[in-house]
């Protein structure tokens, strides 16, 4: 996915609220956000929105020497999501379609991001994501893959969304891969993350091999390449997942809530949609072994 004028804006509040978080003086802020702007200006047409991304917060790493603005803001989030681990676990035990609650349950947590918004509600959010119909449901497609192969590759999106995959995971059949980032950028899961949301407790944990956002395939480790290009089923979650794979071929179904108008115009659906979309080769994998 390129990316849009709309996005401007966006880059620029990531970027202040980036900074901030990493307690920079106004001076400091102020020259960032005009290093952000030049950035901008320079960026090509060919781009997607995660690339733009990670040029600013690894300047606002590089600048502000601080390793990781967002670490307090991950603990907390993740420790929001663990409160409601027991909550979650019971809806899908209680579930008449144990899978489809899950993956509802899976999406919801892709709330938390502070890529789009500062702050979330994530029991509400739970209960509009189990009520609403989805905008794209193809999991039937996901239902019929998970019977077919013997694991998943599953690419994490955000820390405390982690706790809402940790759901999905356990209700899932199959062994699992879960994909972090190799360091930190934005409030994107790293390895750390994972683990203090149990995530080492139900699947093989890896990374993609670089701090980008997303999954920018050029920029990943070949070890990453290997485990993508064998998977017979790769679980996307979230935003920037879409927007670096969503041209690509490859059996993905991508889980998450089109919380931005670009995406969801570029998507075709409402903004706010909840989204169970299989790729192209996903659903030409299905039909072929149907």
Not at 57 to 85: F, G, M, N
Not at 173 to 201: C, F, H, M
Not at 234 to 258: H, M, R, W
Request: glycine share 6%.
């Amino acid at each position: 996915m390129r990316i849009y004028l709309d996005c401007w804006p966006c880059f620029l509040r990531q970027a202040l609220s980036a900074v901030r978080r990493a307690g920079a003086p106004p001076a400091l802020q102020r020259a960032i956000l005009e290093e952000t702007m030049t950035e901008l200006g320079a960026v090509s047409e060919a781009a997607t929105p995660p690339e733009m991304g990670n040029q600013i917060h690894r300047l606002v790493r590089e600048r502000t020497q601080v390793a990781d603005p967002y670490r307090e803001s991950k603990q907390e989030a993740t420790a929001s999501a663990l409160a409601l681990l027991p909550m979650l676990r019971e809806r899908v035990a209680t579930a008449t379609d144990p899978l489809a609650t899950a993956v509802r349950i899976a999406i919801a947590g892709n709330i938390i991001d502070y890529g789009v918004a500062e702050s979330f509600d994530l029991e509400a959010t739970v209960e509009r994501v189990l009520r609403v119909t989805p905008a794209i449901d193809d999991l039937a497609l996901l239902r019929q893959t998970l019977q077919q192969v013997d694991r998943v590759l599953y690419l994490a999106d955000n820390a405390g969304e982690t706790v809402f995959d940790r759901v999905l995971i356990e209700t899932l059949s199959v062994p699992v891969d879960y994909v972090v980032k190799a360091g930190p950028v934005l409030n994107d899961a790293t390895r750390e993350e994972a683990i203090e949301a149990g995530l080492d407790q139900v699947a093989a944990l890896s990374d993609t091999g670089c701090d980008a956002m997303g999954t920018p395939l050029g920029l990943c480790s070949s070890a990453f390449h290997e485990r993508f290009e064998r998977a017979g089923l790769i679980i996307a979650k979230g935003q920037a997942n879409y927007e670096t794979l969503s041209n690509v071929d490859a059996p993905i179904c991508f889980l998450l809530q089109a919380k931005c108008s670009v995406i969801a115009e570029d998507i075709g659906v409402a903004p706010g949609s909840v989204i169970i979309q299989a790729s192209d080769a996903l659903s030409t994998a299905v039909s072929t072994t149907s």
